[in-house]
């Protein structure tokens, strides 16, 4: 796939966000289907726990301690968190802080959808719609690793986007960031034409692998996970 856009290739991000959008609004409400008890968040659970873990890890590397970190399962609001505490190192800055944090779980999940992809035999995407049977032909529905992919799959991805509180954390030191560095890639192009865009091809054609197995990981444990949410609705109903 090839997106340009200003001569900027843009189908990594097309891929990041249309991944983003699937968890928000597929695999969230679906989850909800399960009601908010505890079959809720053990479904939750391993994704929610890699979520809260990132921002732990995110917390500590911009020189911040952990105080508290919560699965959902264990906190009272239902929906896990991780409270910073004193400063490690004297140059640790809270605004680093909420740059980072916030949005280290959709980078950590990405990189274990992407891992999920390559290890369990779950199949990629079709590039067409008559590639569709093919694709399902070719996997083999007896193979343990490929449901344990997609059960791990459909959590990681519930979780994957920032959350409302991360969000209100992060948009005003990504707004500065975002500033800084269009300014900065401006003035790189000026002095070197050329540099700052030869440097976003390479990134995109690097991030598209990635990506692309991320993507066939959300797509196909939405589509297994689903009737199973309908059902539990339907029951609970």
Known sequence: MSLVVGGVPIASLLMLAVSLAIATFVHRPLLGRLGAGTIQHLVRLPGNLLHELAHAVAMMATGFTVADLRVSLLDPAGRGHVRPGPPWIGVARPWLTNLVSPVAPVFV??????????TCAIPGLPSSPAGILPVLRAVDPARWELWVGLALGYSVTAEMAPSDIDLAAWWRPALVAAVFLAAAAYGLEALAPGTVRGGLVSADLAARGILGRTLAVVVWSGLTCA???FLAGRLRG
């Open 109 to 118: 999940a990405v990189a274990a959808l992407a891992t999920l992809h390559a």
């Open 227 to 229: 009737p199973l949410a």
